[in-house]
């Protein structure tokens, strides 16, 4: 095993052209590497093992390792929690207002802009792939925020969502929907249509 080959074994799974250069992995040898298929790149700057877990969930690593400080968020986080059947074709991810707006080209991203006071209600860790996780708004936070932005993101996936957590929820989760619903000022939004759902 060359000096590169076990290098590149003391790294995580997925990894940073930083993180590489600090294992003492320079750019030449990892774009050695890459060459002979023992690396993957993800993304700019952001390299996976290829002896790694599978995983469906790459362009989420890749967003994620570019962008620490981003959460997942919009029909990426519904999608998670298979809250809707569509596969997203972007990577909507949300960051403070006020922050950094993440430029990546590749994987597509849609990056939204959240307020700074609410921005880190409900965020879970999602684990997309063994031992890695990934900043995620939860389910209900996600069905709300959905319902807010139903003029873009379409009335009718919106109230999909909100159908599909109703029926699954258990008994308190209508409550936690009013109580999210109740800090991002959107009761107004949320009670009728939750009404009208279980009408």
Do not use: W
């Not at 790149?41 to 390792?65: F, N, Q, W």
């Not at 932005?149 to 009335?155: D, L, P, S, T, Y």
């Not at 919106?158 to 599909?164: F, K, Q």
């Amino acid at each position: 095993m060359t000096r590169s080959h076990q290098r590149l074994a003391n790294l995580p799974p997925t990894f940073t052209t930083a993180r590489a250069r600090q294992d003492g992995l320079p750019s030449r040898d990892l774009a050695a590497l890459v060459g002979e298929g023992v690396v993957i790149e993800l993304s700019r700057g952001v390299y996976r093992r290829s002896d790694a877990p599978e995983t469906a969930h790459l362009d989420l690593l890749a967003v994620h390792k570019r962008a620490s400080h981003a959460v997942v968020c919009g029909e990426s986080a519904l999608a998670l929690h298979d809250l809707i059947d569509d596969i997203p074709a972007a990577v909507h991810v949300a960051v403070p207002r006020g922050s950094r707006r993440p430029a990546i080209s590749y994987p597509p991203v849609v990056v939204e802009q959240y307020a700074a006071r609410t921005f880190d209600l409900n965020i879970e860790q999602y684990e997309a792939a063994p031992g890695e996780l990934v900043p995620v708004y939860d389910a209900a936070r996600s069905v709300v925020d959905a319902m807010r932005h139903r003029n873009r993101i379409g009335q009718t996936l919106a109230l999909s969502a909100l159908g599909r957590y109703l029926r699954r929820s258990r008994p308190d989760g209508v409550g936690n929907l009013q109580q999210i619903a109740r800090e991002l000022h959107a009761l107004s939004v949320i009670r009728p249509a939750v009404e009208a759902v279980l009408a």
